[in-house]
């Protein structure tokens, strides 16, 4: 078992997966290679969990691949997630029957579950030092009245061939009225099991990997040619798996949205930790797991879930799962508080396939719905598949050109809080004129002589004024006092307090305002 380090620093706000792995992050950046040129099969945008699958099987297959990460491998979503290798989808599979039918719900649970099984055998095959372990799964409703949905879950995993079960015991250390339990299913440590598929990848020298290399355009062709700031590599196919596309082709945006959601990690003692993977029901569910952590356990537990941009009170989410670790836990320290991001589709089904019924070498992955360690590698698999012209049995059911049910609850909910955002967030900025208005550590949106202004000050008392307007499509972005950031409510961009791009889709960063010049301006 791998011996990890403890935080360096109480309460770090990185992800312990990647705080625990800053060796891993070696590979060049486009410019590197810009004056030799770089020619491959298949060029790969984005390395994490799909990517990274994707461009593994394509490499074994005799392919040669380019993986371009605008960050560094692994540290995106795949980076910050509670890392649970499951076919338990928290309660999916009675509303999959319900809305899908037998058939496309069975081929949603055979994907997951087949996922689960592909990581394991590959963990097991090449040795992998990843923590890996198998725990079961558990779904638990705290009251009686959430019973009823896990029966129905149950019956409706049973159903479709998956190793569930009722159950009223598990070993958190509080009582549960029943939870659905899934057998054989897995934990790791997602980030040194993506660095080996790195490395598997790149020992190949006719394969890439660039890491600090964003993508800025996608020029379809004869090859394709796809940008950056760096340089411009050439392949005959592009997959596009950025968590959401940052091409707008395909309205990707326009069919899931952008949910962040919290994770706290403690220090637990061995004996004293629960055994197997959780997550509640109902609002305020909260997901709990351990993993090694020098001679104890660290307790994960995760919840708190939002929209992107939707709270700026993100410091309270944190607190609320610090309280209920020591509550329900006895933990002292926190050692490690993050946040993830991802896509949730309307009908729940990730998006895999052609960006567009008109490209036909543009392959996009999108929309896991907060389950990206199955729904990922099933997707990578999938395009794999795909660019090597083999069948494969989920194709169609994650197709991304499949009719999306636009009239729903979520969608009609979602495409009316965009429409308010987009006009009522212009209206936040008239209430503050002055940079005075901004005290330290706070973010606001100030207006300054009719011009709208995104303004923070930092803890020296320093001003950084940007642009407030999202360079996505031009929503207004709001502060997340948490992580200091400034989010996009719209489609989920994010930007650092300097106008930085976080998290896509965006490419460009905000426009930087110069202090002295804003600063001359708001006191004429």
């Known amino acids: 078992m791998t011996q990890l380090p403890m935080a360096q620093n109480p309460s770090s706000t990185q992800s312990f997966w990647i705080d625990s792995t800053q060796d891993v992050s070696t590979y060049p950046n486009l410019i590197s290679e810009t004056f030799n040129g770089v020619t491959v099969d298949v060029a790969i945008v984005g390395a994490g969990m799909a990517g990274l699958t994707a461009a593994y099987q394509l490499a074994k297959s005799g392919k040669t691949v380019a993986v371009i990460e605008a960050g560094a491998i692994a540290a995106g979503v795949s980076g910050h997630t509670t890392a649970k290798v499951t076919s338990l989808h928290q309660l999916i599979y009675a509303q999959l029957l319900k809305d899908l039918g037998e058939e496309k719900a069975r081929l949603y649970a055979e994907a997951n579950q087949t996922a689960v099984e592909f990581v394991a055998q590959l963990v097991e095959r090449e040795q992998i030092d990843c923590d890996f372990s198998r725990q079961t799964a558990y779904t638990f409703a705290e009251s009686a009245g959430q019973l009823q949905s896990i029966r129905d879950e149950v019956e409706a995993a049973q159903t479709l061939g998956l190793p569930a079960s009722f159950v009223t015991e598990t070993s958190l250390p509080f009582p549960i009225a029943g939870a659905v339990a899934f057998s054989n299913q897995a934990q790791f440590h997602p980030r040194r099991y993506l660095a080996h598929l790195a490395r598997a990848i790149a020992a190949d020298p006719s394969n890439y990997i660039f890491e600090h290399s964003r993508v800025l355009e996608i020029n379809e062709g004869e090859p394709c040619q796809i940008v950056t700031a760096q340089g411009t590599v050439h392949a005959k196919d592009v997959l ?10 395909g309205l990707f945006f326009a069919k899931s949205y952008a949910k962040r959601s919290y994770i706290i990690a403690a220090p637990i003692e061995g004996d004293r930790a629960p055994q197997g993977m959780f997550i509640g029901t109902g609002e305020g569910y909260r997901s709990i797991r351990t993993t090694p952590y020098q001679d104890r356990q660290l307790l994960l537990i995760g919840g708190e879930g939002h929209k992107t941009g939707s709270d700026e009170a993100t410091e309270e989410r944190f607190e609320r799962l610090e309280e209920y670790a020591r509550s329900r836990f006895g933990v002292r320290d926190i050692a490690y508080r993050w946040s993830s991001q991802d896509f949730v589709s309307f009908d729940k089904v990730p998006y895999v396939g ?25 997707a990578g698999l999938v395009l794999a598949n795909t660019i090597l012209g083999i069948e494969n049995p989920w194709a169609d059911l994650y197709d991304s050109l499949r009719a999306t049910p636009f009239v729903t609850a ?14 009522g967030d212009r209206l936040k900025a008239l209430q503050h004129h002055s940079f005075d208005d901004v005290a330290v550590g706070e973010g606001k ?12 000050r930092d803890e020296a008392g320093q001003i950084h004024a940007v642009s407030p307007v999202c360079t996505h499509l031009g929503c207004i972005v709001n502060w997340n006092a948490a992580e200091k950031s400034w989010d996009c409510p719209c489609h989920g961009g994010r930007f650092s307090c300097q106008g930085e791009v976080l998290h896509g889709p965006p490419v460009e960063n905000l426009e930087v305002y110069p202090v002295a010049t804003t600063e001359t301006v708001s006191t004429r």
């Open 240 to 249: 596009v798996t950025t968590n959401l596309p940052f091409l707008d082709q």
């Open 354 to 378: 052609k960006l567009t019924p008109m490209t036909h070498h543009l392959y996009v992955a999108t929309g896991f719905s907060l389950w990206g360690m199955t729904n990922g590698t099933a």
């Open 410 to 423: 979520d969608s009609l909910k979602n495409n009316l809080e965009t429409g308010i955002h987009w006009v």
């Open 445 to 456: 949106l100030i207006t300054i002589e009719g011009k709208q202004l995104a303004a923070y």
